[in-house]
């Protein structure tokens, strides 16, 4: 009973998985370079040029995976060139111009008519992808972030965050981070977008328009941008919670801009960190409620 309740669940809800797992890979892209301090958005734009050229070499005869990885390998050489390009912008310049690159991808594709289809998009794309696929990608990406994250590269990343030019002091490669973090932002940012056409069957410019820029960013923010499972819870909750809200319709940006405004508040750590200080509490109470001679036992015996 058990395992047929599981299943009949699951296939209620593979639609719901299989775009929490792309939207999480999106919120990796953004996450992992915030975490490098990095304001980049242009992993979105990067997810309308994956999801174009795999479902374009697909529509042409292209087996899979190679489709895939021709659209990666196409994403680390303009994200290489793109972070050359704007290798001097830091902050808000950056992030205005990643945005800026985004809408021009958005519009290339709008207008490019004789290779995108224009307004319309592409359409007919084979229906070649399952859910194992994207959660065998996901889970490899939250390994390696989680990886990074513990390492070396993590600790230069925090390094560059928190004071660059103490990195630079420190003798950090602090340009080569950077454009080390860019393009992995810009890989999966791709492969969610590659993702998302070979599932779906359909891309149109729309889909990589600023409402994404806005809900990639939203998901980071919300969830908690210093970890990637503050990704991925950013991207479980605002992925969920539209079909748990239809009633609010037309107002639910409301509720997102109300969301980032207590969290950017009261809570700059995201969810994360506030499920984080929950599962504390309950050693946090015992250690207040221990008796004051206990308290100076235990610091006799320390002493």
């Given amino acids: 009973m058990a ?46 040029i994956g999801s174009y050229t795999a479902a374009l070499l697909l529509k042409k ?37 990643t945005v800026a690159f985004d809408l021009m991808v958005g519009v290339v594709a709008t207008n490019w008519t004789g290779l995108t289809g224009g307004p319309l998009g592409v359409t007919g794309i084979p229906l070649v992808m399952g859910t194992l696929p994207i959660f065998l990608t996901a889970v490899g990406a939250m390994l390696l972030l989680g990886l990074l994250q513990r390492g070396v590269l993590g600790r230069s990343f925090e390094a560059i ?31 969610a977008g590659a993702y998302h056409a070979l599932l779906f069957g359909t891309i149109e410019p729309t889909d990589a328009g600023f409402e994404l820029i806005v809900l990639a960013l939203s998901m980071v923010i919300i969830g908690g941008f210093r970890s990637w499972a503050g990704a991925l819870l950013g991207a479980i909750l605002l992925t969920w919670l539209p079909l748990e809200l239809t009633s609010v319709g037309s107002w639910l940006n409301l509720v ?48």
């Avoid at 998985?17 to 990095?38: D, H, K, M, P, T």
């Avoid at 899979?64 to 994403?75: E, F």
């Avoid at 965050?161 to 791709?190: K, M, N, Q």
């Avoid at 950017?264 to 499920?275: E, F, I, K, N």
Wanted: hydrophobic share 55%.
């Fill in 3 to 48: 395992i047929a309740s599981i299943s009949s669940w699951y296939a209620g809800n593979e639609t719901l998985i299989q775009n929490i797992l792309i939207y999480a890979l999106l919120a990796f892209s953004v996450q992992v370079v915030l975490r490098a301090g990095v304001f980049s958005l242009a992993g979105i734009g990067f997810y309308a």
């Fill in 161 to 191: 965050r928190e004071d660059e030019p103490l990195a630079l002091t420190l003798a950090i490669d602090t340009s080569r981070y950077r454009h080390f973090a860019f393009v992995i932002s810009c890989v999966l940012g791709c492969l």
């Fill in 256 to 303: 997102y801009g109300g969301l980032m405004i207590v969290l950017a508040t009261w809570l700059p750590g995201g969810l994360l960190d506030a499920l984080r200080a929950l599962l504390r509490l309950p050693a946090r109470l015992r250690l207040l409620l221990r008796s004051p001679s206990s308290l100076a036992a235990t610091g006799e015996e320390r002493g």
């Fill in 61 to 97: 005869g292209w087996p899979t995976v190679p489709s895939i990885l021709a659209a990666v390998l196409l994403c680390i050489l303009l994200g290489y060139l793109l972070a050359l390009l704007l290798v001097r912008l830091r902050d808000l310049y950056l992030a205005m111009a």
